[in-house]
């Protein structure tokens, strides 16, 4: 008799613990992602102001699991899940359209940015979530420094000097805080023309303070920090435009070449085609046990997964959730295939971290709470044991420290160009 | 009054070179590069294979000039020199025409491929000078077995696990080296559906042998270490056409899905608007002095320049031809500038590497001519001294004694996407 078929759809950090957690189970896994490398979201911030290489935050998926026998990678993009067919539908590598029969499913596709309807804006204010964004928003940031060392007119050279990043949770705050940084430590010696006092970072917020996922006397520790370092912090205020070259708020314009999107995320349309209800931001409403209504061998983890029987709000979309979510899944296929009953989830929540430039951070670990320096220590040990692949840990630790004591930043290129503008002839 | 205006158009070797040794020199210096990053060519085959990633052989040129104070950066890219009205003509880092007058000028503006007229190639078979170009090889290569590994079809398998390199000097040897070494030790843990010896290397070369501007025994140790690890060496072979999927040699065709171009350089097309007699190559025939005929406040160095005088034979386009030209020119505007004669120039001879894969090399050093370990360590140990930064040798050196002991290449990363071809839908 053939092993029963796990097919996991994402390789995200729920995906790949699943996979892992299922590494000795009697099951045949297949992994299936459109990107060939697992990636240490937390850290994209770090690739996208030049400081980290992407090689350091990412680790080729095939490459994790090389040594997991019953685990199969295929890189492919998942259109649509069958579940009447037991089958997900996907094209692969060569870009042809192929599909793969499942006996249990776990999708764990996650979330991309949410322009809340304006989908227009996306093309002027990049969001953060994969290596090429992170790329993009590095190149566009360096290219306004370019510009605006060259430009002789006053208002425009003060747009190219101004960073508007929209959204105040987590990644907005860190991103805000590492341009911050940049402004600071990066300008002076490269660009004659540019004194850092010109420079604007501006971190916009609809609700009254940022890190709202936060307790309000950390949230109020970071923003004093990222004052410090020249952040503006606006709360309470939505934006209401973007257009090339400044950000509409109600009656007010902010005249700003680089727009960056950190405000919201929704689910991946692959929800969708489960069948089941969703939450208003798109994400699968999952039964206690983690699967859907209906279909007791499908389950659904990770950002894409909204969780609400533990305190009645849904579990945040962070690494751990996901991660927990991702074990329990995997033991929970094993108990099926043993015709055990399923296990209802439980998350066991460690805390909550952000990190505000140079030396600074907030964390929240419950009765602990911390902030500056010490905190800053903590995100960085936490982060570096996390990061996957022992020589990733040693170059990040080292290029940390480099940075620290010198303020160079060696993943300071350009590379690629901006497809939507062509050189005058 | 003023001092004299030295504009130097490239910052690659020969270019940078001239810029800081013109640090003390009472002018004022401005270099311009399309590129905001030095690059380390010799390395670019490293990131093109996924053992090094673009940060750690390259640095942003403002960071390497920083301390120079006589010294700007110019993100552009020139589109002519005007020898009557001294100025140079570019599109900056805003894409907009500008213009920089000068008093000197250095053109280190290099060279890039040819394809002998067959510009159609290109698309085919990209080349290797700039990281973009390096990143899009990998892409090729890695998604090549990631094609292999999922297809059913035993023709289109092995077209999709054949790699030629078309071009047998010293790029070309280290870029087969590097895909052999790939084929035997990175995809058998990885890749499921590959076994090694169903990969293929070839490396095609016109002339009778590989290495041409290396003494025969060393080209021929060269070509034994090749096929020691697999890389099979078509010698006399002429390439006369590249169709998608294939590669013809007269009546042979080759099933081949990753074609390489590593066969032949042409002088940047910025020589023809200097007025003066270009060679077969469009290179500039330079004076003895490195001016050009008629414009003795005009040098030309590096690829370039054609400079026969010592030998009869063109110098080579290699990187300490172009850092000896970049100091004899800057000594020359010195001279120029207190009234003085310039100088000739004449070319110091050190040797010639190249490197085959992992642990093999061959140099020859004059009177010494090195092969096998010896040579590489060698290799080594000359790169890893003129990488530009001392944070990119301590990670360049660490990075290669992981991937040495581990086989574990890091930068493995698919970043970017075929912009030619749409998914179905």
Not at 113 to 132: D, I, N, V
Not at 314 to 321: D, E, N, Y
Not at 329 to 346: E, S, W
Request: glycine share 10%.
């Amino acid at each position: 008799m053939s092993k029963p078929r796990v097919a996991i759809i994402g390789a995200g950090f729920g995906g790949l613990t699943a996979a892992r957690a299922l590494a000795n189970a009697p099951v045949e896994v297949t992994i299936v992602d459109e990107a060939n490398h697992h990636l240490f979201q937390p850290l994209l911030y770090q690739v996208a102001t030049g400081a980290l290489s992407p090689a350091e935050i990412a680790r080729p998926i095939r490459a994790i699991l090389a040594r997991q026998a019953n685990c199969e990678v295929v890189l492919g993009k998942v259109t649509a899940v069958d579940t009447q067919q037991r089958k997900i539908e996907f094209h692969d590598g060569g870009l042809r359209n192929d599909s793969l029969p499942y006996d249990y499913l776990i999708v764990a596709a996650g979330a991309r940015h949410s322009y809340f309807g304006h989908e227009e804006w996306e093309r002027l204010a990049p969001g953060l979530k994969t290596l090429q964004d992170a790329l993009e928003i590095r190149r566009r940031i360096l290219m306004a420094f370019e510009k605006a060392d060259r430009e002789t007119d006053a208002a425009a050279k003060a747009a190219a000097l101004t960073f508007v990043v929209v959204g105040g949770g987590p990644t907005g705050v860190e991103l805000a805080g590492a341009i911050g940084e940049i402004a600071r430590h990066l300008v002076s010696p490269g660009f004659r023309n540019i004194s850092p006092s010109e420079i604007r970072v501006l971190l916009v917020e609809n609700a009254p303070r940022i890190l709202l996922s936060f307790p309000e006397d950390l949230a109020q520790a970071a923003c004093e920090s990222l004052r410090r370092i020249g952040v503006e912090v606006l709360t309470g205020s939505l934006v209401t435009g973007i257009e090339p070259g400044r950000v509409l708020m109600g009656d007010r314009a902010i005249p700003a070449l680089t727009v960056l999107w950190a405000a919201g995320v929704v689910a991946s349309p692959l929800a969708k085609s489960l069948g089941g209800p969703l939450d208003r931001a798109g994400r699968v409403m999952v039964n206690k046990d983690l699967t859907i209504p209906g279909q007791p061998n499908v389950f659904v983890i990770g950002d894409l997964a909204c969780f609400t029987h533990q305190t009645g709000h849904p579990l945040p979309g962070v690494a751990p959730v996901a991660m927990q979510m991702g074990v329990h899944a995997a033991h929970n296929i094993v108990r099926a295939c043993d015709g055990q009953a399923l296990k209802d989830f439980h998350y066991l929540d460690k805390g909550n971290l952000a990190t505000i430039g140079r030396a600074a951070a907030v964390a929240d670990l419950g009765k602990i709470k911390l902030s500056g320096l010490v905190a800053w220590i903590a995100w960085l040990a936490i982060h570096i044991f996390f990061l996957i692949g022992f020589r990733n840990r040693l170059v990040a630790i080292f290029t940390w420290a480099w940075t620290y004591v010198t303020y160079d930043r060696a993943a300071m290129l350009i590379v690629g160009s901006d497809p939507s503008s062509a050189p005058p002839s």
